[in-house]
């Protein structure tokens, strides 16, 4: 058996480049791990995105307690096997979504009772219920049930959501059942206060989990306060457990974390943007609806070797997406992946090499060669 | 090169199994060819089209006139290129859409005048733009501009619409540009009077073609008036050329027409159907959106390869109709595609061994066989 964990292999300033050791398998780090809301990522098989490189994917726990329910997925022998993913799978706790339903919602200091956006059927979610259920979805990674605070909030408001956040910490931490290779990760927050995200890192050290997860941003802040919190946050974070920035970003994050010790991310992101028409590639941004692509014989992106770029042109792309063609989301959500994982595999190569910051200066000036690049903005 | 032909390779009472040879590959026949109307058959790659054993395609002119355009597509090297599909690709003149437009359209002796559907822009189809279009589409087997004798028809009515259908054939086969292994297919037409039925057979061979489709069957009139139909119309075609059979069918129509002497079949019922949750299985048809399904561990058909079948359960692909998850029509659409040409498979070894009443009737009596199959009319 393989017991979870997360080794060293090489450090360039305050990036790591690593390897993850889970029950279903090893993972490079720094990872992108697509999000699998509804035991799918969105228009793709699961041999889609293994073909894109990755290697762990994401499950939401809202969603998936909702349809089909966790009880029916574990009857049907897990998350791993219902989805056809048999690697490693993170799962969130439910907090963050049921914390979004607004008035759908109340919270108290045991959990939290919402009602279902889609039939109105009233739930219980504490910190309990929270890793009860995604035991019986099998997630390799369970993350603690916690309070994203919402932003801006005063230093008061903060400090007692993030006390909250700990106190339910450790519930989790007794409610989750050990299992070789499986583990559970705590979250930091405390807002954009360095004292809180210092005292919230160290309760969850005093505690004790298998990785940590810095919760609470890209909710509003800024890239600039989102950098100065982590830089405020990964000191007091254990060297030796991998760190997950959760829900972040754009390619331009993720080179930020990066830079500033983050291993492990997710986000919609690349995903939802294909479904859309917009494409992330080596030269900028591209919004494959405009009309400069109807009689582009160029692919989405010179550099990639996905299914879209090597097979199509970008006339073909815009051609999809101007006939609402189901073809146009899955193949841009194929490139977009190919993307994400193809800028984590160089970061991982540059940090190997310590030209990380190097690696970083060319992506960035990359971004800027398409002539429809410089326009579109996220 | 490749000069195009049809080769019979082994007869089973009217049934044939033959080799059709194309520019853009050899085809075995009996065969189903899925449809991509734009470009694209809906909701499926390339790779995963020809992973169900599909070899030859159909494209829609009507749509690929309106967008976007016969004259970009050829600018871009082509539908083959442009769709990557290297293999052979049948076209259809456009003239059934541009019929069904009713009130959008007039009729004269020398085409069709028609406003678009998507933004009434209008055209103009006549024999001669059909076949430029479908040489500009570099279309491997281009169908003659024919009216569609809608049905029901007087005896009058189906004689003046399938003398019309003859003249416009005379001119496409003088417009058509012929290169070695591309091919200019003439349609049988006459509504279902025998008379009519042996005219439009003496009048296409008259003027010679390299096959012969058969068209205004599957309009309303029944399977019994179909099959009916091709028994009075088959003879009358050469036995040296290929025979397709227009928008055909359900698998009970493929087995019925091939034991009539068809080879090539086209229908968009396999694609549709799996965009909306039903299954053609070896067990009978099943709606995936049926809640018998929600904990059901099995496969939608046991005896299918495809993704759908080997990697998920009925509760998964249940789960991702409910939820409208696009991985939903993916996986049901690319399993009915995989049914279908396993079923053309079926009966071209059967044909071989001289058993195709047999398989045919081993394959009717399967579908009775699942307990929702014989409750789901199509």
């Given at each position: 058996?393989?017991?979870?964990?997360?080794?060293s292999?090489?450090?360039?300033?305050a990036?790591?480049a690593?390897?993850?050791?889970?029950?279903?398998?090893?993972?490079?780090?720094?990872?992108?791990?697509?999000?699998?809301?509804?035991?799918?990522?969105k228009?793709?098989?699961?041999d889609?995105?293994?073909?894109?490189?990755?290697?762990?994917?994401?499950?939401?726990?809202?969603?998936?307690?909702?349809?089909?329910?966790?009880?029916?997925?574990?009857?049907?022998?897990?998350?791993?096997?219902?989805?056809?993913?048999?690697?490693?799978?993170?799962?969130?706790?439910?907090g963050?979504?049921v914390?979004?339903?607004?008035?759908?919602?109340?919270?108290?200091?045991?959990?939290?009772?919402?009602?279902?956006?889609?039939?109105?059927?009233?739930?219980?979610l504490?910190?309990?219920?929270?890793?009860?259920?995604?035991?019986?979805?099998?997630?390799?990674?369970t993350?603690?049930?916690?309070?994203?605070t919402?932003?801006?909030?005063?230093?008061?408001?903060?400090?007692s959501?993030?006390?909250?956040?700990?106190?339910?910490?450790?519930?989790?931490?007794?409610?989750?059942?050990?299992?070789?290779?499986?583990?559970?990760?705590?979250?930091?927050?405390?807002?954009?206060?360095?004292?809180?995200?210092?005292?919230?890192?160290?309760?969850?050290?005093?505690?004790?989990f298998?990785?940590?997860?810095?919760?609470?941003l890209?909710?509003?802040?800024?890239?600039?306060?989102?950098?100065?919190?982590?830089?405020?946050?990964?000191?007091h974070?254990?060297?030796?457990?991998?760190?997950?920035l959760?829900?972040?970003?754009?390619?331009?994050?993720?080179?930020?974390?990066?830079?500033?010790?983050?291993?492990?991310?997710?986000?919609?992101?690349?995903?939802r943007?294909?479904?859309?028409?917009?494409?992330?590639?080596?030269?900028?941004?591209?919004?494959?609806?405009?009309?400069?692509?109807?009689?582009?014989?160029?692919?989405?992106?010179?550099?990639?070797?996905?299914p879209?770029?090597?097979?199509?042109?970008?006339?073909?792309?815009?051609?999809?997406?101007?006939?609402?063609?189901?073809?146009?989301?899955?193949?841009?959500?194929?490139?977009?992946?190919?993307?994400?994982?193809?800028?984590?595999?160089?970061?991982?190569?540059?940090?190997?090499?310590?030209?990380?910051?190097?690696?970083a200066?060319?992506?960035?000036?990359?971004?800027?060669?398409?002539?429809e690049?410089?326009?579109?903005?996220?």
């Open positions: 058996m393989t017991v979870f964990g997360w080794d292999v090489a450090a360039d300033g990036a790591r690593g390897l993850l050791h889970t029950a279903h398998g090893d993972v490079e780090t720094p990872v992108f791990m697509p999000v699998g809301t509804a035991a799918t990522v228009a793709m098989t699961a889609a995105v293994r073909s894109t490189g990755a290697r762990i994917v994401l499950g939401n726990t809202y969603h998936l307690m909702l349809r089909p329910g966790a009880e029916r997925v574990a009857a049907l022998g897990g998350l791993h096997r219902f989805m056809d993913w048999p690697g490693p799978i993170l799962t969130d706790s439910g963050f979504q914390m979004s339903l607004g008035k759908l919602r109340t919270l108290d200091a045991e959990g939290v009772t919402f009602r279902s956006h889609l039939d109105g059927t009233q739930y219980r504490t910190p309990g219920r929270s890793i009860e259920i995604q035991h019986l979805l099998d997630s390799t990674i993350m603690v049930l916690d309070e994203c919402p932003f801006p909030a005063t230093h008061a408001e903060a400090e959501s993030m006390e909250l956040s700990m106190r339910w910490a450790a519930r989790c931490r007794a409610a989750f059942q050990a299992r070789e290779g499986y583990a559970l990760f705590g979250i930091v927050q405390g807002s954009i206060f360095p004292d809180l995200r210092e005292k919230s890192c160290m309760a969850l050290t005093n505690i004790g298998e990785g940590y997860a810095i919760g609470g890209a909710v509003g802040e800024g890239q600039a306060a989102m950098f100065e919190t982590l830089e405020c946050t990964v000191p974070l254990p060297e030796n457990r991998p760190r997950y959760m829900g972040v970003g754009t390619p331009d994050d993720l080179l930020g974390g990066v830079a500033r010790g983050v291993d492990m991310f997710d986000c919609v992101m690349p995903t943007a294909g479904r859309t028409g917009r494409a992330f590639t080596s030269r900028g941004i591209l919004n494959m609806r405009n009309a400069c692509h109807a009689q582009d014989p160029a692919p989405v992106d010179p550099a990639c070797t996905c879209a770029c090597t097979k199509h042109s970008r006339a073909y792309l815009h051609h999809l997406f101007r006939c609402d063609e189901m073809l146009g989301p899955v193949l841009l959500t194929w490139h977009n992946l190919m993307y994400y994982q193809s800028l984590m595999r160089g970061m991982r190569e540059a940090i190997l090499d310590r030209r990380l910051q190097s690696f200066e060319e992506t960035r000036n990359g971004w800027k060669t398409d002539k690049g410089k326009d579109v903005l996220f």
